[in-house]
């Protein structure tokens, strides 16, 4: 069992709430599945004291690969892409720790899409030697150059989708939806029961619940409504606190 533990973050004594982050720290090599099956995700922000084998609870998302299949919407995401050709090879994420191919590809594209200073070099080196289980697909075209590079966690029971770097020449074209459709279906041949996306928190994310069989943590299950869930993200601006919790601020 990870250890789990609480930092202090916000109150609100006219609402009488007073606000606790939720981590979990992993322990060895316990295994990762029951982790996530809790709603917990790999902690990649930045912290002013050293951070390893921590996760963070969230309203993250997850497909039931079980039962998933493409809507109609989706199909007309991946027939775009019917006439690219792709390798796709599968990489333990530490082979890329100096790989500056790799690393400026990705860095160019969180600068480019997300502005400058949102991810240092560092930042993603730590991602890619976060734990064993972390691996890089590479996607290349017939000339062998790099179109995207994508950073997961494979478990035995689930993958977690979670960076994306790709060529943002493809962006109108919804390449990076057809990324994930892609890697969700990849999970699903191997048999994986879960496929998990990240957070869905703000407008941004509302992309995510156009893939189906969607579920959301709300803090102590799993629930299957895409509706609650666009809803809850839609209004995530009016709850939204910009101090951080106590755990960020420990110089220790």
Not at 127 to 134: K, R, V
Not at 225 to 230: F, P
Request: net charge positive; hydrophobic share 30%; charged share 25%.
């Amino acid at each position: 069992m990870p250890r789990v533990f609480y930092s202090e973050h916000t109150y609100s004594y006219k609402n009488y709430t007073f606000g606790y982050a939720l981590y979990a720290e992993r322990l060895g090599n316990e295994k990762i599945d029951r982790i996530y099956a809790t709603g917990f995700l790999p902690y990649s922000g930045e912290a002013k004291s050293e951070v390893k084998n921590l996760y963070y609870m969230a309203r993250s998302a997850r497909v039931d690969l079980v039962s998933f299949s493409l809507t109609s919407e989706n199909r007309r995401i991946v027939n775009k892409f019917k006439n690219f050709t792709f390798s796709v090879t599968e990489y333990p994420a530490y082979d890329f720790l100096n790989n500056d191919t790799m690393l400026n590809f990705c860095l160019k594209y969180f600068e480019t899409r997300h502005g400058t200073g949102v991810i240092s070099k560092e930042r993603l080196q730590r991602i890619l030697n976060y734990s064993p289980e972390t691996v890089v697909a590479e996607y290349t075209d017939e000339n062998n150059s790099p179109r995207a590079y994508i950073i997961e966690i494979h478990s035995e029971s689930c993958v977690h989708y979670w960076f994306s770097f790709y060529d943002l020449s493809l962006a109108y074209q919804s390449f990076g939806m057809w990324l994930m459709i892609a890697r969700i279906q990849e999970a699903k041949k191997k048999r994986k029961k879960y496929c998990y996306l990240g957070t869905v928190y703000g407008d941004k994310a509302l992309y995510k619940t156009n893939i189906p069989s969607l579920e959301y943590w709300n803090g102590q299950t799993w629930v299957s409504n895409t509706s609650d869930l666009k809803n809850r993200a839609k209004t995530d601006y009016s709850r939204v606190v910009s101090q951080a919790d106590e755990f960020k601020n420990n110089e220790n």
